[in-house]
């Protein structure tokens, strides 16, 4: 996969920031390094200075001590050698010694050492030349006689008569010098006029030529023999800038001080690998520090992250919680006005009803009277030698019957149920309807099939009363089927759990999109005028509901209706 455009432009900003930083550090260190170098080369300038000057008037002083100017007469100078001696070991010199006109060591501080001057020839060095005029002469070189190097300090002897009679010279050794910047561990060289290397902290540096020497002034320091047999040869270095430079390949900071009296350059290289590692640490430690502060960052992130998702979290719960509560609410309250809205309708059905008894009550006083005279009148009319037509007698029997059935039905309601409950098995009730509507299913044609089981379905009630809901229902079927071709009648019996039930079935036109509850009003009747009162239903479901049971109504299929009644069994029975 392809790093992404954002993460390279990401990795680019942190590379460059590096980059930028390390070159910034580096350019701190560079700086406060090229600083302390100078610090340092002052030191050692002053420190070479006074070094010198501290011993540079020596010669002159010792020119004019009188047992110098007699040793350049008397042949006996043991006693003058033993004072250049005391003279040297005192003041840290390597030597002091006295040469003749021709430039022979005629005494000098180390007569008694094994590489002793004494006798030796140093006509051909600068500083008996410089003395021999009469000047104060200086050169640094080796030793011929000890291959020590070492500064030579020179002075004119004069004898009494205002001649030169000699020269007095001295010897500085500088190496301690140099084993000091040794010791510092610091790289200090010391190079003179020509550009050779007098003094190294670093050996190999030693005596190499910083550059080139031309050919003619070579062959003057071979001849006065200032390396003596050392072969000179070039340092392997080159200077990069202004203050950097390279020694043997290894990259120096360089910065160098003059010491104009001899013409001498003190030159001090830094290493660049110091400042490039402190310039690194600093980077690396900053990243470090960066990485763990981003890292802590992250962690704190994603903390509060997690803080806000477990809150979060927490308020949906509650919000879950909440909304479950409410749903719960809700479904309480659907419940609760599906019962209010029961307890309603039922309210209003027993007002209703009730409304009805009293109606009824009214009805039977007002139709009772009527009908008792009727039907005396009927009897007197019967028993009279000149009887009323018959046709008249028969409407009229017709009519009474008729008005005294309703009175029968209407009565019901006026009068509180009975409590006179029996065990009454469903079987026998149902041969008690049959018994009386054994005419109507004969005059109807109906095919009437009943199917019990073999024991007895026992429940407790009045054996009348649901004997009078069976008539009512099964009358309803043959009505319902006055139209079919071949009306089917079938009741069945059953006990089911705890519930003892008859269904009446018909093949008749159903009862379409109506429920129980709306063929139980009372007065509801779809018969013509005159045939029904739309009571049956109302008086059943009543009677069925002083049982303790329920009664509803469905359409059958292909078509047709079922009237099913369920009573609580006997206890007993069930028990049985
Ligand atoms: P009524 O028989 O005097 O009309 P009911 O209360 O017994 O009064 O019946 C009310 C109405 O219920 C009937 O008019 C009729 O429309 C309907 N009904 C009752 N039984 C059946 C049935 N078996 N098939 C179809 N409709 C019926």
Redesign the pocket.
Known sequence: MLPSRTFLILVSIVCGSCTALYLAFFSYYKTEEVLAAKGRLALYKSTLESEIERVSYFPYVLSKDAHVIAGTLRKDRQALNERLAEFARRSQLDAIYLMNTDGVTIATSNYNEKNSYLHSNYSFRPYFKEAMKGQVGEFYGIGVTTSLPGLFISAPVYAPNGEIAGVIAMKLNLRRLEEAWMKAGENVLLSNADGIVLLSSNPQWRYKELYDIPPARRDEIKAVRQFDKIQLMKLNWSRTSEDQATVNEVPYLMVKQDLPARQWTLHFFASERSIQVQAWSLLITLIVIGSLIFAAWQVKKTRSIGAALRESQADSADLREANRLLAVEIEDRKQAERRLQRTQDELSRTSRLAALGQLSVSVTHELGQPIAAMKNYLTAAEISQHPPKASLITQMSALVTRMENITKQLRFFSRPGSKEFEPVNLQDVLKGSEELLAVNLKAANVQYECHCPDQAVIVRGNRLRLEQVLT??MR??I??MADEGVPVLTVTISAEKDQGVVRIS?C????GQSTIRD??EPF????ASGE???????ISTEIIKEHGGTIHAENRQPKG?A?IIEVPLEQEVKDA
């Open positions: 009512n229902l309803n079927a009505d319902a018909d008749g036109p159903g009862i063929l139980e509801y009747t779809t018969r029904g009162m739309g009571l049956g239903l109302a209706a009237f």
